[in-house]
């Protein structure tokens, strides 16, 4: 009798890091000093407290078909596949990101925008067209790098543009080697740096990762960016799409198979990375309603860290201040 042992191992991981729960006040992750604190963070993080991942029905159909599984964690998920897996190159799998706890709208950047879901009737070829606005798409063949630690870290999120007339408050751009990020709307934004050198900092989830969208020859009404929902028959309620592809060409760091197309022997972690909001702390008189005080500049909202002996905000709504349809300032009204 023959007997065949064929072991399992990680095609990839993907990690889901939001720096609202890792942050220490104004300093980031990543810069954090004492390597117990980090580590002691992320053995307490769990991303399924606010976010819930799942690979789409044909994702699913090919993971089976290679006889692999998908399996949800405390830092994102992860795929395994027998060792001998064979991947064909142009493998493209997805996975669908939404929100379950409505408290993430409130300390993510970038979440302001509206998620607008357009229906349009498309005449030549009889059938409906489903866009959803604002959705980032995610992507092993269009993230960057970063070498932090010692080590080169994948992201699935685009490098950060320059400014652009149409960014929103919050967006995320470069200026020279700085990492800005929008504190008002265009035009004539004010701004806030994030880091003195972009490269010193992860890639976060920005305005670049919502891809513009090419409706066909003829339709009105499509949104300029988003993605469509019917092509591969994605929830209404999406908030990201992750699609990983078995190889990028230029840049094999980010495939998950090696030259052979099996599983590569040191699988690959990618990483998504949501930035924390920040925001102008009012403290405001309970009894009276009247303004106390005000800090000077934004500050960023964190679950570790800020506020010294004065109370933070809490996850609780945070306020745009408009005039003349413009966003100038997002407020926490702290009451004492």
Not at 237 to 265: C, M, Q, V, W
Not at 277 to 293: F, P, Q
Request: net charge negative; charged share 20%.
């Amino acid at each position: 009798m023959e007997r065949r042992i064929n072991g399992y191992q990680r095609l990839f991981e993907v990690r889901l890091l939001h720096h609202y729960w890792l942050d220490e006040g104004e300093t980031i992750f990543d810069l954090i000093a004492a390597s117990e604190t980090k580590e002691r963070r992320l053995l307490n993080y769990d991303m399924r407290n606010f976010l819930a991942v799942a690979p789409t029905a044909s994702t699913a159909a090919t993971i089976a078909g290679f006889g692999g599984v998908f399996k949800d964690m405390g830092l994102g998920f992860v795929v395994g596949v027998p060792a001998d897996a064979a991947i064909p190159a142009d493998t493209a799998l997805d996975y669908v990101v939404t929100v379950t706890d409505s408290a993430f709208f409130n300390y993510t950047t970038l979440t302001l925008s509206p998620n607008k879901i357009t229906d349009i009737f498309y005449q030549p070829e009889k059938r409906v067209y489903r866009y959803k606005d604002n959705v980032p798409l995610l992507s092993n063949l269009t993230g960057g790098a970063r070498t932090l630690d010692g080590g080169k870290v994948l992201y699935l999120s685009q490098d950060y543009p320059s400014l652009a007339a149409t960014d929103p408050i919050e967006s995320l751009i470069v200026s020279g080697p700085s990492l800005l990020q929008l504190t008002s709307d265009q035009p004539g934004a004010t701004t806030r740096q994030l880091a003195a050198d972009a490269t010193t900092v992860p890639v976060f989830v920005n305005q670049s990762d919502v891809p513009a969208i090419a409706p066909p020859p003829g339709m009105t009404g499509a949104p300029a960016r988003g993605i469509r929902l019917d092509e591969e028959d994605l929830p209404d309620d999406i908030f990201a799409l992750i699609r990983l592809t078995a190889e990028r060409p230029t840049d094999k760091d980010f495939s998950y198979i090696d030259n052979a197309g099996h599983p590569k022997a040191v699988h690959p972690v990618y990483q998504v990375r949501f930035k924390n909001r920040c925001t102008t702390w009012r403290y405001i008189h309970k009894a009276t309603g009247l303004l106390d005080s005000q800090i000077p500049a934004p500050l960023p909202l964190t679950f570790f860290g800020n506020g010294g002996t004065r109370p933070k905000p809490s996850q609780g709504c945070v306020k745009p201040q408009i005039a003349a349809n413009k966003i100038m300032d997002l407020v926490s009204e702290i009451f004492i």
